[in-house]
């Protein structure tokens, strides 16, 4: 079958787990000598630490997509069937955490300029801006704010 | 506009953070804090033994869309999908153009 532009075959399935805007605390720091230790190899490592606000939700893309691999039975237990995968914990045990812990291979302050919500562009809205009432002289600002919005782009698809 | 500016706050600039970059890490999720604590995950740049399921800490700022934080975790298919596809279960596919695309 003939693949469309930019179509690939996966090789995972995977999940994003997207982090509630403004409702997490980001600690970040210079790993120690015994995380250093655990992992090695690697020149800088900083330790993250996410903590979600009260109330607050990640949200996570891909949960539920069909998913098989008759080659890891344990790894389709982990998806399907929510098997316990470490120490007890299961998939959906960690996906509704209110912390993350994680171990990064980058200078602390390379990855405060990478990573945090400070460093996200503005929230995403369509330029259409919130007056749709319609006015005494028709079509005329539908026509202007086209005009002025048109993109060479076309928006990015809704799947995948 | 008569020079380069940063990415405009106002609406209708979408080619402005078109390409706004994306930023992608192989990490390793932890279950407490480090040092100690399982690891649940692991990119394979950090060990390809760590873990099964693959992590990585991600940046989108894909365009048209809402930025934001987080990670991947991945989960192995079989090898090119073949038995999937032998056993009527299909290939799955993803788009290059999403935000954090990453083979």
């Given at each position: 079958m003939a693949e469309g532009v930019g179509?690939?075959?996966?090789?995972?399935?995977?999940?994003?787990?997207?982090?509630?805007r403004g409702q997490v605390t980001v600690t970040a720091e210079q790993a120690t000598p015994a995380v250093v230790d655990r992992f090695p190899g690697t020149n800088h490592l900083t330790v993250v630490s996410v903590r979600l606000a009260e109330?607050?939700?990640?949200?996570?893309?891909?949960?539920?997509?069909?998913f098989k691999n008759p080659q890891d039975s344990e790894v389709e237990g982990w998806v399907n069937h929510n098997t316990p995968i470490i120490h007890g914990m299961t998939l959906v045990d960690f996906l509704r955490r209110r912390e993350y812990h994680f171990v990064v291979p980058m200078s602390t302050i390379n990855l405060a300029k990478e990573w945090g919500d400070d460093v996200l562009l503005p929230p995403f809205s369509y330029p259409y801006g919130t007056e749709h009432h319609w006015h005494e002289d028709g079509m005329d600002q539908y026509t202007k704010l086209l005009e002025e919005t048109k993109s060479a782009e076309p928006f990015r698809p809704a799947y995948g | 506009m008569s020079s380069p500016a940063p990415p405009a706050t106002e609406a209708g600039q979408p080619k402005a953070i078109k390409k706004a970059a994306n930023?992608?890490?192989?990490c390793v999720v932890l279950t407490t804090p480090a040092?100690?604590?399982?690891?649940?995950?692991?990119?394979i740049s950090l060990g390809s033994q760590l873990s099964r399921i693959r992590a990585r800490l991600v940046r989108s700022n894909a365009a048209h869309s809402d930025p934001w934080i987080g990670f991947l975790l991945r989960f192995p298919l079989p090898e090119k999908q073949i038995t999937n596809e032998e056993a009527g279960f299909g290939v799955r596919h993803e788009s290059k153009d999403i935000d954090c695309y990453d083979p």
């Open positions: 179509i690939v075959q996966s090789e995972h399935h995977t999940l994003r787990v997207r982090l509630p109330g607050a939700q990640v949200r996570v893309d891909g949960f539920g997509m069909p | 930023f992608a890490r192989d040092p100690l604590g399982p690891v649940f995950a692991a990119g």
